[in-house]
Protein backbone atom coordinates (compact mmCIF):
# COMPACT_ATOMS: atom_id res chain seq x y z
CA UNK A 1 0.00 0.00 0.00
CA UNK A 2 1.00 3.48 -0.81
CA UNK A 3 1.75 5.57 1.64
CA UNK A 4 -0.25 9.37 0.88
CA UNK A 5 1.92 12.35 0.61
CA UNK A 6 0.50 14.64 3.69
CA UNK A 7 0.95 18.47 3.03
CA UNK A 8 1.92 20.33 5.93
CA UNK A 9 -0.63 22.59 7.62
CA UNK A 10 0.75 25.72 7.30
CA UNK A 11 1.51 24.91 2.98
CA UNK A 12 -1.68 23.25 2.23
CA UNK A 13 -3.68 26.68 3.68
CA UNK A 14 -1.67 28.93 1.30
CA UNK A 15 -2.31 26.36 -1.56
CA UNK A 16 -5.22 27.96 -2.72
CA UNK A 17 -4.20 31.39 -2.90
CA UNK A 18 -0.60 30.53 -4.83
CA UNK A 19 -2.83 28.37 -7.33
CA UNK A 20 -5.06 31.93 -7.58
CA UNK A 21 -2.22 33.78 -7.63
CA UNK A 22 -1.01 31.72 -10.76
CA UNK A 23 -3.86 31.99 -12.53
CA UNK A 24 -4.28 35.51 -12.68
CA UNK A 25 -0.35 35.51 -13.37
CA UNK A 26 -1.46 32.85 -16.50
CA UNK A 27 -4.27 34.58 -17.81
CA UNK A 28 -4.52 37.11 -20.76
CA UNK A 29 -4.08 40.95 -20.02
CA UNK A 30 -7.65 42.63 -20.25
CA UNK A 31 -8.58 46.00 -21.77
CA UNK A 32 -9.33 48.71 -18.74
CA UNK A 33 -12.15 51.25 -19.32
CA UNK A 34 -11.96 54.01 -17.19
CA UNK A 35 -14.22 57.14 -16.65
CA UNK A 36 -12.67 61.11 -15.93
CA UNK A 37 -12.54 64.17 -16.22
CA UNK A 38 -10.48 67.35 -16.85
CA UNK A 39 -10.89 70.76 -16.94
CA UNK A 40 -11.36 72.31 -20.48
CA UNK A 41 -10.14 75.81 -20.44
CA UNK A 42 -12.45 76.58 -23.85
CA UNK A 43 -15.61 75.96 -21.77
CA UNK A 44 -14.20 76.61 -18.60
CA UNK A 45 -15.67 73.86 -16.86
CA UNK A 46 -14.66 70.14 -16.23
CA UNK A 47 -15.72 67.60 -18.86
CA UNK A 48 -15.93 63.97 -18.15
CA UNK A 49 -14.38 61.54 -20.61
CA UNK A 50 -14.05 57.79 -21.06
CA UNK A 51 -10.82 56.05 -22.08
CA UNK A 52 -10.82 52.78 -23.35
CA UNK A 53 -7.16 51.33 -22.81
CA UNK A 54 -5.49 47.96 -24.68
CA UNK A 55 -4.63 45.21 -22.96
CA UNK A 56 -1.04 45.79 -23.71
CA UNK A 57 -1.12 49.63 -22.16
CA UNK A 58 -0.08 48.65 -18.61
CA UNK A 59 2.52 46.03 -18.71
CA UNK A 60 4.88 48.46 -21.36
CA UNK A 61 5.97 51.80 -22.23
CA UNK A 62 5.02 51.99 -26.06
CA UNK A 63 3.12 55.12 -27.28
CA UNK A 64 -0.06 54.16 -28.87
CA UNK A 65 -2.19 56.05 -31.06
CA UNK A 66 -5.90 57.51 -30.37
CA UNK A 67 -9.04 57.10 -31.76
CA UNK A 68 -11.65 60.41 -30.17
CA UNK A 69 -15.19 59.26 -30.26
CA UNK A 70 -17.75 61.57 -30.19
CA UNK A 71 -21.62 60.88 -29.37
CA UNK A 72 -24.80 61.44 -30.81
CA UNK A 73 -27.58 63.26 -29.42
CA UNK A 74 -28.60 62.76 -26.28
CA UNK A 75 -25.67 60.80 -25.46
CA UNK A 76 -22.84 61.61 -23.03
CA UNK A 77 -19.07 59.85 -22.54
CA UNK A 78 -20.59 56.56 -21.06
CA UNK A 79 -21.69 55.83 -24.53
CA UNK A 80 -18.80 54.00 -25.09
CA UNK A 81 -19.73 51.55 -22.55
CA UNK A 82 -23.36 51.48 -22.37
CA UNK A 83 -24.26 51.24 -25.70
CA UNK A 84 -21.96 48.15 -26.49
CA UNK A 85 -19.17 49.25 -28.70
CA UNK A 86 -16.43 48.45 -25.55
CA UNK A 87 -17.71 45.11 -25.71
CA UNK A 88 -17.43 45.00 -29.66
CA UNK A 89 -13.87 46.57 -29.54
CA UNK A 90 -12.70 43.87 -26.80
CA UNK A 91 -14.09 41.25 -29.27
CA UNK A 92 -12.28 42.37 -32.20
CA UNK A 93 -9.18 43.00 -29.97
CA UNK A 94 -9.46 39.00 -28.49
CA UNK A 95 -9.72 37.50 -32.31
CA UNK A 96 -6.67 40.02 -33.69
CA UNK A 97 -8.70 41.78 -35.83
CA UNK A 98 -7.34 44.80 -34.68
CA UNK A 99 -3.63 46.61 -34.05
CA UNK A 100 -3.69 47.92 -30.55
CA UNK A 101 -5.06 51.57 -29.40
CA UNK A 102 -6.59 53.72 -27.13
CA UNK A 103 -10.10 54.99 -27.90
CA UNK A 104 -11.56 58.36 -26.01
CA UNK A 105 -15.01 59.71 -25.59
CA UNK A 106 -15.95 62.80 -24.61
CA UNK A 107 -19.34 64.77 -23.60
CA UNK A 108 -20.46 66.92 -25.43
CA UNK A 109 -23.78 66.96 -24.38
CA UNK A 110 -26.18 68.38 -27.19
CA UNK A 111 -23.96 70.88 -28.33
CA UNK A 112 -23.31 69.58 -31.79
CA UNK A 113 -19.78 70.10 -30.70
CA UNK A 114 -20.30 73.76 -32.58
CA UNK A 115 -18.79 77.12 -30.88
CA UNK A 116 -22.37 78.37 -30.11
CA UNK A 117 -24.44 79.74 -27.95
CA UNK A 118 -23.79 76.58 -25.79
CA UNK A 119 -19.92 76.58 -25.76
CA UNK A 120 -16.80 76.33 -27.56
CA UNK A 121 -17.01 72.87 -28.22
CA UNK A 122 -15.35 72.83 -31.56
CA UNK A 123 -12.45 73.90 -29.17
CA UNK A 124 -12.97 71.46 -26.75
CA UNK A 125 -12.62 68.75 -29.25
CA UNK A 126 -9.73 70.06 -31.03
CA UNK A 127 -7.77 71.98 -28.90
CA UNK A 128 -8.72 71.13 -24.88
CA UNK A 129 -9.10 67.01 -24.94
CA UNK A 130 -6.41 66.68 -27.75
CA UNK A 131 -3.78 68.23 -25.48
CA UNK A 132 -5.11 66.45 -22.23
CA UNK A 133 -4.95 63.43 -23.80
CA UNK A 134 -1.26 63.85 -25.30
CA UNK A 135 0.37 65.15 -22.10
CA UNK A 136 -1.77 62.46 -19.60
CA UNK A 137 -1.70 59.03 -21.32
CA UNK A 138 1.32 57.39 -22.94
CA UNK A 139 -0.07 57.95 -26.60
CA UNK A 140 1.36 58.95 -30.22
CA UNK A 141 1.30 62.76 -30.66
CA UNK A 142 0.59 64.92 -33.47
CA UNK A 143 -1.41 64.30 -36.62
CA UNK A 144 -0.33 60.78 -37.31
CA UNK A 145 -1.47 58.85 -34.65
CA UNK A 146 -4.62 60.89 -34.53
CA UNK A 147 -8.32 59.40 -35.60
CA UNK A 148 -11.71 60.42 -35.05
CA UNK A 149 -14.99 58.61 -35.03
CA UNK A 150 -18.19 59.90 -35.08
CA UNK A 151 -21.90 58.98 -34.36
CA UNK A 152 -25.05 60.68 -35.80
CA UNK A 153 -24.55 64.18 -33.80
CA UNK A 154 -20.68 63.16 -33.45
CA UNK A 155 -20.79 62.16 -37.30
CA UNK A 156 -21.75 65.47 -38.09
CA UNK A 157 -19.01 67.06 -36.13
CA UNK A 158 -16.41 64.83 -36.86
CA UNK A 159 -17.14 65.34 -40.88
CA UNK A 160 -16.80 69.47 -40.13
CA UNK A 161 -13.61 69.20 -38.00
CA UNK A 162 -11.94 66.74 -40.98
CA UNK A 163 -13.11 69.31 -43.28
CA UNK A 164 -12.23 72.61 -40.82
CA UNK A 165 -9.42 71.37 -39.48
CA UNK A 166 -7.41 68.74 -41.77
CA UNK A 167 -4.34 68.76 -40.16
CA UNK A 168 -5.50 67.29 -36.55
CA UNK A 169 -6.33 63.83 -37.35
CA UNK A 170 -4.78 61.17 -39.78
CA UNK A 171 -8.97 59.40 -40.74
CA UNK A 172 -11.69 60.12 -39.74
CA UNK A 173 -14.76 57.60 -39.84
CA UNK A 174 -18.75 58.56 -38.84
CA UNK A 175 -21.11 56.11 -38.86
CA UNK A 176 -25.10 57.69 -39.37
CA UNK A 177 -24.16 61.27 -39.43
CA UNK A 178 -26.43 63.79 -39.15
CA UNK A 179 -26.27 65.40 -43.27
CA UNK A 180 -29.15 67.48 -43.83
CA UNK A 181 -29.25 69.14 -46.74
CA UNK A 182 -31.70 72.53 -45.24
CA UNK A 183 -31.71 74.02 -41.79
CA UNK A 184 -34.04 71.51 -39.68
CA UNK A 185 -37.76 72.53 -38.98
CA UNK A 186 -40.50 71.19 -37.46
CA UNK A 187 -42.18 71.38 -40.71
CA UNK A 188 -39.79 68.69 -42.14
CA UNK A 189 -40.16 66.22 -39.76
CA UNK A 190 -37.83 67.31 -36.80
CA UNK A 191 -39.68 65.73 -33.60
CA UNK A 192 -40.10 68.31 -30.49
CA UNK A 193 -36.84 66.90 -29.01
CA UNK A 194 -34.48 67.18 -31.90
CA UNK A 195 -36.01 70.50 -32.68
CA UNK A 196 -35.25 71.37 -28.49
CA UNK A 197 -31.79 70.08 -29.26
CA UNK A 198 -31.11 72.06 -32.31
CA UNK A 199 -32.38 75.04 -30.83
CA UNK A 200 -30.28 74.59 -28.05
CA UNK A 201 -27.24 74.96 -30.25
CA UNK A 202 -27.85 76.97 -32.98
CA UNK A 203 -30.50 79.21 -31.68
CA UNK A 204 -34.01 79.88 -31.33
CA UNK A 205 -34.88 80.31 -34.29
CA UNK A 206 -31.95 78.84 -35.72
CA UNK A 207 -29.36 80.88 -36.53
CA UNK A 208 -29.02 80.61 -40.31
CA UNK A 209 -25.48 82.16 -40.37
CA UNK A 210 -24.38 79.97 -37.65
CA UNK A 211 -25.88 76.77 -38.85
CA UNK A 212 -24.46 77.47 -42.07
CA UNK A 213 -20.42 77.82 -40.96
CA UNK A 214 -20.65 74.28 -39.16
CA UNK A 215 -22.57 72.99 -41.88
CA UNK A 216 -20.06 69.63 -42.98
CA UNK A 217 -22.03 69.63 -46.83
CA UNK A 218 -20.80 73.44 -46.58
CA UNK A 219 -17.28 72.59 -45.75
CA UNK A 220 -17.32 69.71 -47.98
CA UNK A 221 -17.29 72.05 -51.25
CA UNK A 222 -14.02 73.94 -49.35
CA UNK A 223 -12.22 70.78 -49.00
CA UNK A 224 -8.45 70.07 -50.38
CA UNK A 225 -8.07 66.96 -52.22
CA UNK A 226 -4.29 67.98 -50.87
CA UNK A 227 -4.72 67.88 -46.85
CA UNK A 228 -8.21 66.18 -46.22
CA UNK A 229 -7.91 63.13 -43.76
CA UNK A 230 -8.37 59.86 -44.93
CA UNK A 231 -12.47 59.75 -45.00
CA UNK A 232 -15.00 56.51 -44.48
CA UNK A 233 -18.46 57.23 -43.90
CA UNK A 234 -21.76 55.28 -43.71
CA UNK A 235 -25.22 54.89 -43.55
CA UNK A 236 -28.38 52.84 -42.81
CA UNK A 237 -30.47 52.71 -46.62
CA UNK A 238 -33.71 52.79 -44.70
CA UNK A 239 -32.24 55.11 -41.97
CA UNK A 240 -35.51 56.73 -40.55
CA UNK A 241 -34.45 60.24 -40.64
CA UNK A 242 -33.85 60.32 -44.58
CA UNK A 243 -29.49 61.01 -43.26
CA UNK A 244 -28.81 58.17 -46.61
CA UNK A 245 -29.97 61.59 -48.95
CA UNK A 246 -27.11 63.42 -47.08
CA UNK A 247 -24.40 61.24 -47.52
CA UNK A 248 -25.35 60.38 -51.72
CA UNK A 249 -25.10 64.42 -51.92
CA UNK A 250 -21.61 64.36 -49.49
CA UNK A 251 -20.12 61.66 -52.02
CA UNK A 252 -21.51 63.74 -55.21
CA UNK A 253 -19.28 66.88 -53.53
CA UNK A 254 -15.85 64.63 -52.98
CA UNK A 255 -16.26 63.18 -56.14
CA UNK A 256 -16.47 67.10 -57.56
CA UNK A 257 -13.56 67.64 -55.85
CA UNK A 258 -11.59 65.07 -56.11
CA UNK A 259 -11.40 64.17 -52.55
CA UNK A 260 -10.30 60.41 -51.45
CA UNK A 261 -13.12 58.68 -49.74
CA UNK A 262 -15.23 55.30 -48.76
CA UNK A 263 -18.91 55.58 -48.82
CA UNK A 264 -20.98 52.35 -47.63
CA UNK A 265 -24.61 52.28 -47.46
CA UNK A 266 -26.08 48.86 -46.35
CA UNK A 267 -29.44 47.90 -45.55
CA UNK A 268 -30.18 49.26 -42.06
CA UNK A 269 -31.89 52.23 -40.20
CA UNK A 270 -30.41 54.64 -37.47
CA UNK A 271 -29.35 53.15 -34.42
CA UNK A 272 -26.64 51.83 -32.77
CA UNK A 273 -27.21 48.32 -33.64
CA UNK A 274 -26.43 49.51 -37.08
CA UNK A 275 -23.40 51.00 -35.55
CA UNK A 276 -22.29 47.98 -33.66
CA UNK A 277 -22.98 45.92 -37.02
CA UNK A 278 -20.23 48.43 -39.19
CA UNK A 279 -17.72 49.05 -35.87
CA UNK A 280 -15.44 46.56 -36.79
CA UNK A 281 -15.11 48.14 -40.49
CA UNK A 282 -14.48 51.88 -38.99
CA UNK A 283 -12.21 50.95 -36.74
CA UNK A 284 -10.39 48.69 -39.12
CA UNK A 285 -9.99 51.87 -41.68
CA UNK A 286 -9.06 54.01 -38.98
CA UNK A 287 -6.17 51.55 -37.54
CA UNK A 288 -4.49 51.46 -41.28
CA UNK A 289 -4.47 54.75 -41.33
CA UNK A 290 -2.75 55.56 -37.84
CA UNK A 291 0.84 54.83 -36.68
Same mark, same amino acid.
Given at each position: ?KT?????????????????????????????????????????????????????????????????????????????????????????????????????????????????????????? +??? =????????? @????? *??? %? /? !???????????????????????????????????????????????????????????????????????????????? +??? =????????? @???LA *??? %? /? !??????????????????????????????DT??????????
Open positions: MPVRVPVSLAGRLPAALALLAILAAPASAEVRSSSFRSPSLEAEVSYVIDLPPSYEGSTRRYPVVYALHGLFEGAGFWERRGLARELSRLREAGALPDFVVVAVDGGNSFFVNGPLGRYEDLV +TKD =LIAHVETSY @RVVPG *RAG %R /A !LLGVSMGGYAALRIAFAHPGLFAAVATHSAMLLEGIPSAAQGAGQWHMRAFHGAFGNPIDDGLWNANDPLAWARRADPGT +TPA =LYFDCGAQD @RYG *RGH %R /A !LDLILKDRGVAHTLVLPPGDHGYEFVRSRLSLAFLARALE
